[in-house]
């Protein structure tokens, strides 16, 4: 008689959004497993609509509450490619320095209270803290120094206001980041020594052969703006995203999947850090080396060690920037509108994402295109779930399911940004 089973659970804890898991076994073998992110689409592309060329960037922030500068950013970095504007060099500074706060807090979210527990046997940060209070408190004093830049340079941590196509409505003197200088130099030595005591988890051994793709910058770690790179050595700018990256729709998904010249492909922490490693600053490659990362990383286990390395360096950039800021003479540059079409990227937290505009004669946007990081990961993400099951499936259901929680919270899905993840269903025959 074939065995037949079958897996629920009511809720996947410590992940932004909601949605399902369906993982298929037939006589032994995984036969599929899909990402069921049902939550109903968002219709951003759609709200930009009629809109004037200036709004993007403040109606974009909306779609997350966790990374609104990454949406804020790749939609002026579109708008402003399209417009033929370069920022000066202190406001394209204030423009990483802010990004460089979201990462902080963003990435802090993610290791001290969604991922860690998963290492220490906890069934969230509550009963974390109620054990490691200390460390819980590193982890928001952190978070704290990323949302203190949030606050100073986009007016508020969540949905920052102070954004504008070619910079800032307002920028602050020099004195006014002696606070946040002084929270970012304690939060840069709990970064670099939580790092180092997490280098003592146990990682299952899984390497993955993915493509990668991330923004890349010659001189320095990408983060705000670039070209595109992929394993594969192809490099590309913007404007050519969609001749290499194309979306189609899957039944169990009102996400979008993407692939990569017609493969699978990754971006996130892992796939910036194997592509950039050697852009990293000196600081955050010698944290990289203390924690036994070499110059790549591909098991997506140990990517809550990466993120730990990219807070370290965020740390470490918002210093050097604080350090050498002067005032702009204007807070933003004038962009004036054409006709035509925009590309812009940028790293989130969780990846790169892609906006395109179209505007019109009348500066105005007729269409408008964003991928986020979340759905353009989605094939590897299901792709690794078969990997995990298939060799964890001499476990019973309750420990397969803590595996395969485990094995998506690696990557951190913003699920509301890619349409969230709810039940999930093992059905062995």
């Avoid at 970095?77 to 902080?104: K, S």
């Avoid at 910079?167 to 790092?195: I, K, Q």
């Avoid at 004036?336 to 505007?359: F, K, M, N, Q, W």
């Amino acid at each position: 008689m074939t065995e037949r089973r079958q897996l629920r659970v009511g809720s996947l804890a410590r992940v932004e959004g909601e949605g399902a898991l369906r993982v298929s076994v037939v006589a032994g073998h995984v036969e599929s497993a899909e990402l069921n992110i049902y939550e109903p689409p968002r219709f951003f592309e759609a709200f930009l609509r009629g809109r004037a060329y200036t709004e993007p960037p403040d109606i974009t922030s909306r779609v997350c509450g966790i990374c609104p500068v990454a949406y804020q950013t790749s939609a002026c970095n579109a708008l402003e490619q399209l417009c033929g504007v370069e920022l000066d060099r202190p406001l394209a500074d204030l423009r990483r320095l802010l990004y460089c706060g979201e990462w902080i807090s963003s990435h802090c979210l993610h290791i001290y209270l969604l991922h860690i527990p998963d290492f220490l046997g906890y069934p969230d940060a509550i009963a974390l803290a109620a054990d490691r209070r200390e460390l819980v408190e590193q982890g928001l004093a952190i978070k704290k120094a990323g949302n203190s830049l949030l606050e100073l340079l986009g007016g508020r941590a969540i949905h920052p206001i102070n954004v504008r196509l070619g910079g800032f409505y307002s920028v602050p003197e020099p004195a006014d980041f002696a606070p946040v200088t002084e929270l970012l130099c304690r939060a840069r030595d709990y970064a670099m020594n939580t790092a180092r005591w997490m280098a003592r988890f146990e990682f299952p051994d899984l390497e993955l052969g993915h493509e990668l793709l991330a923004v890349t910058e010659p001189n320095r770690y990408a983060i705000d703006n670039g070209g595109v790179l992929a394993s594969t050595g192809l490099r590309f700018p913007a404007a050519d995203f969609p001749a290499h990256v194309r979306e189609h729709q899957v039944p169990h998904s009102t996400a979008l999947h993407a692939m990569l010249d017609g493969k699978r492909y990754l971006t996130g922490p892992l796939a910036r850090y194997t592509l950039n490693f050697h852009q990293l600053s000196p600081i955050a490659r010698q944290v990289a080396s203390e924690i036994g990362l070499g110059a790549e990383c591909r098991n997506p286990f140990r990517s809550i060690l990466v993120r730990a390395v990219e807070v370290v360096y965020a740390i470490d950039e918002a210093l050097t920037l604080i350090a050498g800021y002067e005032r702009p003479d204007r807070p933003a540059v004038p962009v004036a509108p054409r006709a035509g079409t925009g590309h812009g990227v940028s790293e989130a937290p969780r990846g790169l994402l892609y906006h395109r505009y179209d505007i019109d004669d009348h500066a105005i946007v007729r269409s408008a295109t964003i991928i986020p990081p979340t759905s353009q990961n989605q094939a590897a993400m299901e792709h690794d779930l078969r990997r995990v099951v298939s060799d964890n499936l001499g476990l019973d259901d309750a420990a397969l399911t803590a595996v395969c929680e485990r094995a998506i919270r690696n990557y951190d899905p913003c699920i509301s940004c890619s349409a969230h993840f709810l039940d999930l269903d093992v059905v062995r025959r």
